[in-house]
């Protein structure tokens, strides 16, 4: 299983989740396991640059495809700028979603679906926040949105 850029050979039964491949097998703890029922968004990682939830996903079906969790959005020392836009407008409290959120918006980002707060909303609306950050969390994706012309929708 290649998981943010690096080649992992682990041994798994069929009926392992993703989640637990990456939280037991590889000690990728960032991703959360929230509801373990797919409604909450906290174990929202990429596979081949879509967002998946990983606990509705098999590990096995992840073979020969690239997962992406958030530990692999930070280059190196450098936080990803949303990760920084989530530190500067407060956009955690218990920071127990904020794995799920970063993935989500990075991806929602990509997409060019933020051009407006309805629009970050409902392309939001799988990862729930029981602190309601979620002004708070809009307001860090808008400043990355405007930030950069690709993301904006002005490109």
């Not at 491949?21 to 596979?47: F, I, M, N, P, Y």
């Not at 990803?80 to 929602?108: K, N």
């Amino acid at each position: 299983m290649k998981v943010n850029g690096e080649i992992h050979e682990i041994e798994l039964e069929p009926r392992v989740s993703l989640l637990d491949a990456l939280r037991e097998h590889l000690s990728l703890t960032g991703t959360k396991k929230g509801c373990d029922q797919g409604t909450c968004g906290a174990c929202t990682v990429w596979v081949d640059d879509r967002r998946v939830l990983a606990c509705l996903t098999l590990a096995v079906a992840c073979e020969d495809h690239e997962v992406s969790t958030v530990e692999g959005l930070a280059d190196g020392g450098d936080l990803h700028p949303l990760q920084s836009a989530f530190i500067e407008r407060d956009a955690f409290q218990c920071g127990y979603c904020t794995s799920g959120q970063l993935m989500s918006a990075v991806a929602l980002l990509k997409e060019g679906n933020a051009t407006t707060d309805e629009e970050i909303a409902e392309h939001m609306s799988g990862n729930l926040c029981r602190c309601a950050a979620y002004p708070n969390i809009r307001a860090a994706v808008r400043d990355i949105r405007d930030a950069d012309p690709a993301t904006s929708g002005r490109a």
